[in-house]
């Protein structure tokens, strides 16, 4: 098992910044990649960005590109999700989740590719 908790979700205003962080604990050594997603109210949950553990590739979808980073630190067994230039529709849940398998170089942004998620923190951005 691999145990997910993620911290850092608030309230910011437009145009701030907000760091995320996802700790793994648990059966570590399975997880080969982790990814972030986002669901706000009424909607499906969406994508927002990945990573290896192995070689730290990282991938985003586009309405983050350019704003959001996403980092890991092997030695911390944590993933971070760096959020700048905050817009109010950037306003969600933001879950972190891990993938064991090699499905995942193919479908990062596939929620169904995740093994593990973590609880979820949420991120409101006022305008």
């Known amino acids: 098992q691999v145990q997910l908790v993620e911290s850092g979700g608030g309230l910011v205003q437009a145009g701030g910044s907000v760091r995320l962080s996802c700790a793994v604990s648990g059966r570590t050594f399975s997880s080969l990649a982790m990814g972030w997603f986002r669901q706000a109210p009424g909607k499906e949950r969406e994508f927002v960005a990945a990573i290896s553990w192995i070689d730290g590739r990282t991938h985003y979808a586009d309405s983050v590109k350019g704003r959001f980073s996403i980092s890991r630190d092997n030695a911390k067994n944590t993933v971070y999700l760096q959020m700048n230039s905050l817009k109010p529709e950037d306003t969600a849940v933001y879950y972190c989740?891990?993938?064991?398998?090699?499905?995942?170089?193919?479908?990062?942004?596939?929620?169904?590719?995740?093994?593990?998620w973590g609880q979820g923190t949420q991120v409101t951005v006022s305008s």
């Open positions: 989740a891990a993938a064991t398998t090699g499905f995942w170089s193919s479908n990062y942004d596939q929620s169904w590719v995740y093994t593990y």
